[in-house]
Each structure stands twice: as structure tokens, then as C-alpha cells.
């Protein structure tokens, strides 16, 4: 089996050890809560992570496109939730999976409620409230909000699941204390909302969602499921955030010094923006396109060398390095990162035992894909 010094570069590694253990952490902090877990899949987009989470007891999938939905349908996964607003002209494609899995669909207003009423199949609909992140979602205080899930409850085609919310704001707070009180302010703002419709007889569930929260919250009450993502790898904001350490991102970029100038202050690897993404992460009182790993295996970053520029396939280090010397980026955010390569590296150590297929694609074409691994 192949050890990292033979993979090209720039290459993505997942660590099997540490994405296994914060698999493990997720579900058991679920259990602890009294939640059911649905994870987000839009992190890993990985029919291998999803079936790891599945046995772990994962209670259906999310997803953020109608392309993920029908590529984890295609493979076995029958309880799929789509946390976005539905797109109008997405309902007819979205109908043909609906066919053959339970699919979950968001709305967060009466023009969503109105195309999927009038395309006579029984959706599930989650209508989506803004907890304070004000992104998208209902207003969870206007009136127009109870009239509007009195409609779907009353719906003689739609089913209404429940409730759901986003927390994003969570990653504007700093610190555990803050961060639980933005998932305080989530869980209250949905279990009320579902407190009022309970009292005129319309029973739905409350399903939140964001890792920062679901790695800070003390208790939810009156909530019935969460839907986390990012919590597989974690990442350099999360790692800012304090939402994890840094031994525990399971997900870094390998990459290879390509030019060190006799002079130079600074060296050039090859992973720039389409392997690390422009995500500036957390800013913070010392920004950076990207750390740089020392010794992995214990979580020890170098203090003082770091990414500070990307341009495409560039990534520029603060320190001049020798050319041909290999360095392990934690990147800023994986979600991006991952969403910039085929396939993973699967390591354990220091060899790859596995590559795993990412499925990053945007619009379906063809046929169902045969249920196997790169
Ligand atoms: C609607 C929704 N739910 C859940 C999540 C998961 O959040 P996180 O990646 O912080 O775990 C996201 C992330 O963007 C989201 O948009």
C-alpha cells in the first residue's frame, strides 16, 4: 500500500481514525441529547462517510442539492432530507425521486407551498424558520407564519414534517459560551414555534442544525433532530471557533514546495484556490488562507509558516522552505476544500489504504450509477 510520500500532490487525505472518532462524538453527543441525527452530507458528499454514519445510527441523510439527494438515492439511502428553499423549477425533478425515496423538501414561503400543492404529489415539507441567522427562513413572530403552516398542516396533499432551522450565526460567535447561546436562541425559537402549533393540534417535529451549536449546546428541549455536517472533518474555523482541537480535523490537503527564490522571505506549494478554495476563514487576529501542519499525528501546527495568498493553482507560505519539501494544510473550510477534488485519500497513519469517490457534480445527467467505490 502506497505511504504518503508516494501520492502526487496536491492530493486530499481523510484520516480514518480521526474521521471514525468524530463520527463516533456526534452520534453519542446525539444519543446524550435526546435527538435523532440526520447529518448533513453536503461536507463529505461520500457514499463511504454516509454509510459510516448510517451504522452509527443516523436517522436519514441531508443534503443541499437535488443532485446529491438523487446520487446518495441512488445508493441505498431512502430518507433524504434537501435543506434548501426548493428551487420552483426543481419540483418536477424533485417529484421523480420522491417516486422511489422519501424525500424531505424545504419552503420558506407561500410561493414554495403553492408549487408543491399544485403539483398534487404528497411532499414532505419542512417549512424553514430564521432562528437569527437571517439567511432565509420565515420570520419565526409574524403572523404569517402560523397562517402559513396551518396551510400546509391542513394540506390535503403535502405532508407537514415540521420545523427547521439553521444556525450559521453560530459561526460569528467565539468561544463555546457565545456559540451556546446563539444554539440557546435556536432551540427556543423552534421548540416555541412548535409549542404554538401543538396547542391548536398540529403535531410537527424541530430539526436544527450547524456544528459549532451541536458542539456547544447544553440541552434541546422540544427538539426532535439535528442535522450537522461539517462535524465529520471539522476544520481552521471550526478550530477558531473552539468548536474543536487541532487534532481534530480529520481532512488536510498534501502539497508539494514548487519554488523557493534564493532570497525570497516566502516559498510556492501547489494547492492554490481550486484545492484549498478562497474561503478566507475566521477573522480573526491572524487571518490565514490555510495552516500548516507540523506534526500531524498530535495536532502541532507550525507557528510560523502558513498559507497567506491563493491564486489558482498557487498556494503562497509565509517562510522559504526547501522545493520538494511536503506539507499538510488544515484548511479553512472542508466543505469547499473537499468540493475541489475527485476523491479522497483514505489514510491511516502514514499509508493510503482507500480512495473514495467524491461526488461533487452539480446537475444530473444520464442514468442511476451502479452502487459502487472509486
Ligand atoms: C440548512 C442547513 N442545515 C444544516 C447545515 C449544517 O451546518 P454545519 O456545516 O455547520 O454543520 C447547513 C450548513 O450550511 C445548512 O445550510
Known sequence: MPVLDDLPTPALLLDLDRLEHNLQAMADRCRRLGVELRPHLKTHKCVEVAERQRALGARGVTVSTLYEAHVFGDHGFTDITWAFPVPLGSIADARRLAERVTLRLFADGPEAVDAL???????????????????????????????????VARSRTLHFDGLATHSGHAYNAVGC???????????????????????????????????????CVEHLDGVQEARPGNYVFYDAMQLALGACGPADPAVTVLASVVSSQPGASHCVVDAGALALSKDAGHPGPAPTMGHIYGDYAVGDLLEDAHLTALSQEHGKVSTRLPVGTRVR???NHSCLTVACFDEYHVVRGETAVDRWRIWRGRERTGPPVAASSC
Open 117 to 151: 400543492e399544485a403539483s398534487g404529489f404528497p411532499f414532505h415539507v419542512w417549512l424553514k424558520i430564521d432562528c437569527g441567522y437571517h439567511r432565509a427562513g420565515l420570520d419565526p413572530s409574524a403572523p404569517a407564519t402560523l397562517a402559513l403552516a396551518r396551510r
Open 329 to 331: 494544510i488544515l484548511p
Open 177 to 215: 459560551d457565545s456559540i451556546r447561546s446563539v444554539a440557546e436562541t435556536e432551540r427556543r425559537t423552534v421548540a416555541d414555534l412548535r409549542g404554538r402549533l401543538a396547542a391548536e393540534g398540529i403535531a410537527v417535529s424541530a430539526s436544527i442544525g450547524s456544528t459549532p451549536a451541536m458542539s
